[in-house]
């Protein structure tokens, strides 16, 4: 079966440092990637995906993931943080091809020490 | 243009009682999906409308949820009777290709 494995449950930062976090996935060819944010008391927002091409994905916020297929890796990274990237991280994946129902990380929780 | 919206924001009922949610996608959005997150979970799957027809609905935990999906426009997600597992936040979304999903910010549903 798929499966989405976000390995840090809580991450910790200074505001402006920089951001990693991990996202890997159980799957036997490419799928959709995404990665959704959630600010508190909001809903899920959308930061990125990929589908194919370009390995190295662009988003909102100031944020980038690049996939990895050696890896079975989708890590979202940004270069500095701001006290408002406080939020709730979520890496999913879809079977192209598929019914493309999201499977869903646990989820990083992001502090931003100011 | 509007977003996914969700009604109720929050819903607190108690155990045996009957709730409804409602979500209206994105206007033109033909796919509408519900997922549900319960307390220290991951966001799972409930299921899948294309316009009116349920495509998969293979994550409904059981016959106490029914979905709906009126004239291939708005959704709603009916439990009853509500059970204490039940006690989560549901979310809605919706798709125009079937590939990108936008959400809704999702109803949190406490059984009591």
């Known amino acids: 079966a798929q499966s989405v494995t976000q390995p840090d449950i809580h991450i910790t930062v200074s505001e402006g440092a920089s951001l990693e976090l991990r996202c890997n996935y159980s799957?036997?060819?490419?799928?959709?990637l995404f990665w959704y944010v959630q600010s508190p008391g909001q809903g899920l927002q959308l930061l990125l995906k990929y589908f194919s091409g370009d390995t190295l994905v662009q988003g909102i916020k100031g944020f980038e993931a690049e996939f990895k297929r050696s890896q079975s890796s989708f890590n979202l990274r940004k270069p500095s943080v701001h006290w408002s990237d406080a939020a709730e991280y979520f890496c999913?994946?879809?079977?192209?091809?598929?019914?493309?129902?999201?499977?869903f990380g646990a989820g990083t929780r992001l502090a931003v020490h100011p | 243009e509007a977003g996914v919206t969700q009604f109720p924001s929050h819903s607190v009922i108690e155990k045996g009682q009957t709730v409804t949610l409602r979500c209206d996608p994105i206007?033109?959005?033909?796919?509408l999906y519900w997922y549900r997150r319960v307390m220290g979970k991951e966001i799972k799957f409930l299921l899948h409308?294309?316009?009116?027809?349920?495509?998969?609905e293979s994550g409904m935990p059981n016959n106490r949820f029914l979905a709906e999906r009126t004239g291939g426009t708005y959704s709603t997600l009916k439990v009853q009777p509500a059970e204490l597992e039940d006690s989560g936040v549901y979310f809605c979304?919706?798709?125009?290709?079937?590939?990108?999903?936008?959400f809704g910010p999702g109803t949190r549903l406490t059984v009591l």
């Open positions: 206007s033109g959005h033909d796919n």
């Open positions: 999913a994946v879809a079977i192209s091809g598929g019914y493309n129902k999201l499977i």
């Open positions: 409308f294309v316009k009116e027809s349920k495509q998969d």
């Open positions: 799957y036997g060819a490419t799928p959709y």
């Open positions: 979304a919706s798709s125009q290709d079937g590939r990108t999903q936008y």
